[in-house]
C-alpha cells in the first residue's frame, strides 16, 4: 500500500468517523506488525528512505501518542542529503573536541551518513506546567518515537532510535535545540540491508499482574 493510500485511509477514516469498521484481517495485520517491530542498526540501513509523504504519516502517527492536554512535548527536525553532511560535520567537530584525529575523525564523519534519513527527536518539557509533570510529558515523548519506528516498519522501512555521548553533547545539542528545548537522540531510517537480530520471545506475564 503506497504511503498516499494510508493517509487517504487515516484521514478519511478518520473524517467519515468509522475508525471501528475494520476488519478482522486487517486488525490481524495490524497486531502482526506491531509484534514484528524491530530495530535495525544505521549500518545496516540503506536506500531508499522514505519519501516526505511518508514522513508526514510517521509524523501523524507520533502525534497520535497519549498526550496529557495536548501539549505535543516533542518535535522532529529531518536529516537527508546536505542536512546529514551538516550531521556529519557536527559529529566531526565533536571528534576533534574530544582529541580524535584521523582515520578516527572519518568514522566520525561516516557516523552520521549512514543511513539516507535521519530524524533528530527533540523533547519540549514545559516544567511549570504543574497540571502535566515532566515525568508525563517525556512518557508522551517516548510513545511518539515508538509510534514513528512502527509507522516506518509498517511502511516498510526498518529504523533504530540512538541517543549516545553525541546527543547529550552540547554543542550538538544547540544545532538543533530551540531554548529550552533537549535533543534525545535521532532515529536512523532506511531499508533493512540485513535481517534484525532475533530479539527473542519475552513472557507477558513479567510485566502482568492484578492489583
Ligand atoms: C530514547 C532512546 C535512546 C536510545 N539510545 C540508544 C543508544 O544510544 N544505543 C543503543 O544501543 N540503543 C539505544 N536505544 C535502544 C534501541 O533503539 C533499541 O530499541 C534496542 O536496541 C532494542 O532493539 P529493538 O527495538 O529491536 O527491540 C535507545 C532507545 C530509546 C527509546
Known amino acids: 500500500m503506497s504511503a498516499r493510500d494510508v493517509v487517504a485511509r487515516v484521514y478519511g477514516d478518520v473524517i467519515a468517523g468509522s475508525e471501528q469498521c475494520v476488519s478482522e484481517a486487517a486488525r490481524g495485520e495490524a497486531l502482526r506488525l506491531l509484534l514484528t517491530r524491530f530495530s535495525i542498526s544505521p549500518k545496516h540501513l540503506g536506500e531508499p528512505g522514505p519519501t ?8 501523524l502517527a507520533a502525534l497520535r501518542t ?13 536529516a537527508r542529503g546536505e542536512g546529514l553532511e551538516r550531521l556529519a560535520e557536527l559529529f ?16 566520525e564523519r561516516l557516523r552520521a551518513l549512514q543511513a ?17 509533570p515532566r515525568h508525563e510529558q517525556w ?37 538543533f535545540c530551540r531554548e529550552g528545548e533537549t535533543l534525545l537522540g535521532w532515529i536512523s531510517v532506511g531499508t533493512a540491508k540485513a535481517p534484525a537480530k532475533p530479539r527473542g520471545e519475552i513472557d507477558p506475564a513479567l510485566i502482568l499482574s492484578e492489583f
Do not use: C, Q, W
Open 66 to 78: 497519549p498526550d496529557h492536554d495536548k501539549l505535543i512535548p516533542f518535535r522532529f527536525v529531518v
Open 139 to 175: 512518557t508522551t515523548v517516548g510513545g511518539a518515537i515508538s509510534n514513528a519506528l512502527t509507522a516506518l516498519h509498517i511502511l516498510g522501512y526498518a529504523g533504530k532510535m540512538l541517543s549516545g555521548l553525541r546527543a547529550a553533547d552540547p554543542v550538538i545539542g544547540r544545532a
Open 116 to 132: 539516507p534519513v535521519v530524524i533528530a527527536v527533540i523533547g519540549r518539557i514545559d516544567d511549570a506546567n504543574h497540571r502535566v
Open 92 to 107: 566531526v567537530g565533536y571528534g576533534r573536541r574530544h582529541g580524535k584525529t584521523g582515520e578516527a575523525l572519518d568514522t
Open 52 to 59: 516526505d509523504e511518508e514522513l508526514s504519516v510517521v509524523a
